[in-house]
């Protein structure tokens, strides 16, 4: 028996809404991005600025004499503004990279290392900073480029960098123990509560 035609109709039009609904839906649902993830770190630290600058040294008065007055009072120091988000942090390790020219040796390409960890870092903005003794920067003149890698439990958290070109610390061999934290210098007493705790360095054995 045949079907009377408006039901035919009928079935046509529902089968061809089914069919409009469901390209609509595919297509909304490639219409809407997939949230991207977040990058290593970033949901517990970003770096909001770096200054590289230079500082007399403090002066301090004292009821001790001064034996001598140095010469060489000007330092280099890089500062490094940055914000974390967890409540509390146990520790952070700041590797820093400057890239000088020897000008006391032809202009030899160097690179300083140096690293400070910072330990119970509550929430909030926050400074750290890394120093060249006047003596250094007498010598090898000025700073031709400067990094900073944050790490925390040993994942890179955020970097900064003065050059372009991405890791470019990796192509020179680093020399350690020139760079100097904070508290290796005699900054260490100013603006102390402005500043992070830092961790000792343990002493090697002997």
């Known amino acids: 028996m045949n079907r009377p035609f408006h039901s035919k109709v009928a079935v046509g039009f529902v089968m061809v ?7 609509g839906g595919a297509g909304a649902q490639m219409a809407v991005p997939s949230a991207a993830a977040p990058g290593p770190g970033s949901d517990i630290l970003r770096i909001r600025k770096m200054s590289p600058t230079t500082e007399k040294t403090p002066l301090f008065k004292t009821s001790v004499q001064a034996q001598s007055s140095g010469r060489l009072t000007d330092w280099w120091r890089v500062v490094v503004e940055f914000e974390t988000a967890p ?11 400057v890239y000088m020219k020897d000008q006391s040796n032809r202009g ?29 920067v007498a010598r090898m003149g000025r700073v031709e480029q400067v990094a900073v890698v ?3 439990k040993g994942a890179v958290a955020a ?43 343990a002493a090697s054995p002997r």
Request: glycine fraction near 6%; aromatic fraction near 16%; hydrophobic fraction near 45%.
């Open 17 to 23: 809404a089914m069919l409009w609904l469901g390209a």
């Open 150 to 152: 944050v790490k925390h």
């Open 87 to 97: 409540e509390w942090i146990d520790e952070l390790e700041f590797t820093y990279y």
């Open 159 to 201: 970097m900064e960098s003065t050059a372009k070109m991405p890791n470019w610390w990796d192509r020179f061999p680093p020399v350690d123990g020139v760079l100097l934290n904070r508290a290796q210098t005699p900054f260490s007493v100013i603006d102390f509560d402005a500043f992070n705790a830092i961790k000792p360095v």
């Open 108 to 136: 030899a390409e160097v690179m300083f290392r140096g690293a400070v960890t910072y330990v119970n870092v509550p929430k909030g903005k926050h400074i750290g900073d890394m120093f060249l003794h006047p003596s250094t």
